[in-house]
């Protein structure tokens, strides 16, 4: 499956910022789509995740309450709304599928995920 991630932008601390990823191929039920950020110098980390099945999510703590994921499999596109916007949220964003032939719990390790978008870039002013 190829991936798109877009929306990425610069925005004053304390805005707003919806990330969309758009898939095309199909995408198995079983799958987690995952939303990973990666600052210069820093370890891409796994901000938020979602299950294709029944959406069920996942947020890293440092974003809870500021963020949320959600799926439309209609359009095949999972968005990342962003909201109260820190200088530290900025980072290239990436979306990515990790394949599962069964339902599992969440992974927050990338290399546990294996088709990866182009990354949209996030840059929040103090």
């Known amino acids: 499956v190829q991936l798109q991630a877009s929306g990425g932008g610069l925005v004053q601390a304390g805005g707003s910022l919806r990330l969309t990823c758009a898939a095309s191929?199909?995408?198995?039920?079983?799958?987690?789509i995952g939303w990973f950020r990666q600052a210069p110098g820093q370890e891409r980390e796994n901000v938020a995740a979602?299950?294709?099945?029944?959406?069920?999510?996942y947020y890293v703590d440092s974003v809870k309450g500021r963020f949320a994921i959600s799926r439309d499999s209609a359009t095949n596109t999972v968005n990342l709304r962003m909201n109260g916007l820190k200088p530290e949220d900025t980072a290239l964003y990436y979306c990515?599928?990790?394949?599962?032939?069964?339902?599992?719990?969440?992974?927050?390790?990338?290399?546990?995920?294996?088709?990866w978008g182009q990354g949209t870039l996030v840059t929040v002013s103090s």
């Open positions: 979602i299950t294709w099945r029944n959406g069920k999510t």
């Open positions: 191929g199909d995408i198995l039920s079983s799958w987690h």
């Open positions: 990515a599928v990790r394949r599962l032939s069964n339902p599992a719990p969440f992974s927050t390790f990338a290399y546990t995920y294996s088709d």
